[in-house]
């Protein structure tokens, strides 16, 4: 068990709806990092929080957003979507917002009909 | 650009052989690398990771990794494959000079060990 939460661990939804992934870091850490993976495109960098801020964009699209809540927990936001939204979102914590070790949550995995 | 490659999408090995799976990596700075392994349906586990200091750096489950600078490469070892280490692995780096702890991952080696 890393210590990282993330909710919900399976969603299936319709194209053009809209949700939201919740992660819960390890106590104490205060980065937040989100990863698409998906069989063709593999571990994709989304976003990084550090302390409520954005730190550093990946390969985010406009149509998903992200914040980072005062109690450090954060949310993904995926709207109009598409079946090549289809994959596993997966949360991750470091206590630093530099270059360390990042602890991984189970994932959540999207499927778009 | 900074970029990652893992030699090999599937390596096969038989129980009580040599495991090794080739991780090479492209930076233009000092890297910090890491091996992370998943299994089914769970999330990355860090296996070891290697932040300048010793070049041989062993991690769990009997894995080690050997950081060379000349050939840009960290790749995994481990000197007998058990059935359990069958699973999903991912070499990544990230940039000890950066502001980011994001890490750029490899596409994956998927370890299958064989009876």
């Known amino acids: 068990d890393s210590g990282v939460t993330q909710t919900p661990k399976h969603l299936i939804t319709a194209t053009g709806q809209r949700v939201t992934l919740r992660c819960s870091p390890r106590?104490?850490?205060?980065?937040v990092y989100w990863y698409q993976q998906s069989l063709d495109q593999g571990l994709q960098f989304l976003i990084q929080y550090y302390n409520g801020e954005e730190r550093a964009k990946g390969n985010i699209l406009e149509r998903f957003s992200a914040q980072q809540f005062p109690d450090l927990h954060s949310e993904l936001n995926l709207s109009s979507l598409e079946l090549g939204d289809s994959a596993l979102y997966f949360c991750?914590?470091?206590?630093?917002?530099?270059?360390?070790?990042?602890?991984f949550g189970e994932g959540s995995r999207l499927t778009v009909l | 650009a900074q970029s990652v490659t893992q030699l090999g999408s599937h390596v096969s090995v038989s129980e009580g052989a040599l495991v090794l799976l080739r991780c090479n990596y492209s930076s233009s700075v000092p890297p910090y690398l890491f091996w992370y392994v998943q299994y089914p349906n769970q999330g990355l586990q860090l296996l070891l990771k290697?932040?300048?200091?010793?070049?041989l750096v062993k991690g769990i489950n009997g894995f080690e990794a050997e950081f060379k600078k000349s050939e840009t490469s960290f790749h995994l070892t481990k000197p007998s494959a058990h059935m359990s280490d069958a699973a999903e692995y991912f070499c990544a780096v990230s940039f000890s000079s950066s502001n980011t702890g994001k890490l750029i991952f490899g596409q994956g080696t998927t370890l299958q060990v064989k009876p």
């Open positions: 991750a914590s470091s206590v630093v917002g530099g270059p360390g070790e990042l602890f």
């Open positions: 290697y932040t300048s200091a010793a070049t």
């Open positions: 106590s104490g850490d205060l980065s």
